[in-house]
Every structure is written in C-alpha cells, then in structure tokens.
T-cell receptor
Framework: GQQVMQIPQYQHVQEGEDFTTYCNSS?????IQWYKQRPGGHPVFLIQ?????EVKKQKRLTFQFGEAKKNSSLHITATQTTDVGTYFC?????????????FGRGTQLTVWP | DTGVSQDPRHKITKRGQNVTFRCDPI?????LYWYRQTLGQGPEFLTY????????KSRLLSDRFSAERPKGSFSTLEIQRTEQGDSAMYLC??????????????FGPGTRLTVL
C-alpha cells in the first residue's frame, strides 16, 4: 500500500541553525504538499509542488520535489523560535482523482533560543 | 471566521457510548475529508465526500463509524460503542476542487476524543 515516510522524526536545533526534513513515498505522487502543525494546533497548509524537480521558496523555507516525484524536502535557513512545530509532507497517488492525501509521520522541530 | 469549524473541540466519554462530531467546511468547498490523528503520527485518512456523496472510505473506518454529509454542506462523524482505541484527534478538512487531483486541504481545529 501507499506509504509516505519522513526523516528525521525529531530535530532539535539552536536558533539560527538550519533544518532539513526529508519525505519519501513508495509510489509516484501527483503532487506533494507540506503542512505545519504547531503544538496543540491543527495542520496548516504551507505549499504544494506539482512539477518534477520543482523548487519553491517562501522566505527562509525552501521546498523541493524530486525528479521521480517520489521524494521531497523542506529546508529552513536560520531557524527561529517561531518555526517550532511538526512539519508533514502529504500527497495523493498519481492518477487518483479522489483527493485522498497520504501523510508522513512528520518531523517535530524544536528550536532553542 | 470563514475557516473550517468543528464541534465539539473536546469530548470525553465512557467506553461503549456513542459520540457524534460535526464539521462545517469553508463555504462552497465541494470536498470534505475526515482524518484521525494520534500522538506522534500524521493524519490518517478516514473518509471523503464530494458534495453529499461519500466517495471513499478507509479500512480504518470500521462498522462502528459512520459519516454523513446530507446536504453537501456540514458533515457529521458518528462513532458507536466507543472503545479506548478510538481516543484520538478527529480532524476535518475541506477543499474547493470538484475534479482533478488533490488540492489544498484546509483543516479545522479538530475534536479531541478521550474514551475512558
């Protein structure tokens, strides 16, 4: 069955350090979406990547979608305490028209001041 | 507030009782999803509606679970004869697309269920 895996599960960084989380799917994805969930909160959409090899930036966040559309990464430059939370990747299986998302387990980021 | 809303936010119940949760999606969003999230895990898909039609159900959704979206607007998720393993956060999300691949899903604040 469809599996989306993320590593690492936990990451603790000092404020100002960089952070990267990696996402791998067992099957080809139509697109990859990234969500952030703050402690006690709900997932909030960050970005969607659709094209093979696509790279998008949002201020200090850089998102990449692999050439085979089976992997993705999120890189945060110079982390801040506001970056704390769990980052999830999610995607639908290619060819699916139903919109079901398969979520990774998430990477929980802790930033120490 | 025009976001996805869920009610109640918290529910504590005794094992064996029935519970019902409500989700109000963003207006005019055709697609509505239910997910379940346990501690340390990502959201797991439960079921999905396009308008009032329930198009997909996960194998996670046992016979004790039922979801409806009678008028294509709000949705309810009912769990009968609750078990301790049902304790989780139940998330609702909506999406504006009516066809094609998955679009951005907007999540509600969730209903946290605790079964004693």
């Amino acid at each position: 069955g469809q599996q989306v895996m993320q590593i690492p599960q936990y990451q603790h960084v000092q404020e100002g350090e960089d952070f990267t989380t990696y996402c791998n799917s067992s099957t080809t994805l139509s697109n990859i979406q990234w969500y952030k969930q703050r402690p006690g909160g709900h997932p909030v959409f960050l970005i969607q990547l659709v094209k093979s090899g696509e790279v998008k930036k949002q201020k200090r966040l850089t998102f990449q979608f692999g050439e085979a559309k089976k992997n993705s990464s999120l890189h945060i430059t110079a982390t801040q305490t506001t970056d704390v939370g769990t980052y999830f990747c999610a995607g639908p299986v290619r060819g699916s028209t139903l919109g079901r998302l398969y979520f990774g387990r998430g990477t929980q980021l802790t930033v120490w001041p | 507030d025009t976001g996805v809303s869920q009610d109640p936010r918290h529910k504590i119940t005794k094992r064996g009782q029935n519970v019902t949760f409500r989700c109000d999606p963003i207006s005019e969003h055709n697609r509505l999803y239910w997910y379940r999230q346990t501690l340390g895990q990502g959201p797991e898909f439960l079921t999905y509606f396009q308008n009032e039609a329930q198009l997909e159900k996960s194998r996670l959704l046992s016979d004790r679970f039922s979801a409806e979206r009678p008028k294509g607007s709000f949705s309810t998720l009912e769990i009968q004869r609750t078990e301790q393993g049902d304790s989780a956060m139940y998330l609702c999300a909506s999406s504006p697309r009516t066809s094609g691949s998955a679009d951005t899903q907007y999540f509600g604040p969730g209903t946290r269920l605790t079964v004693l």
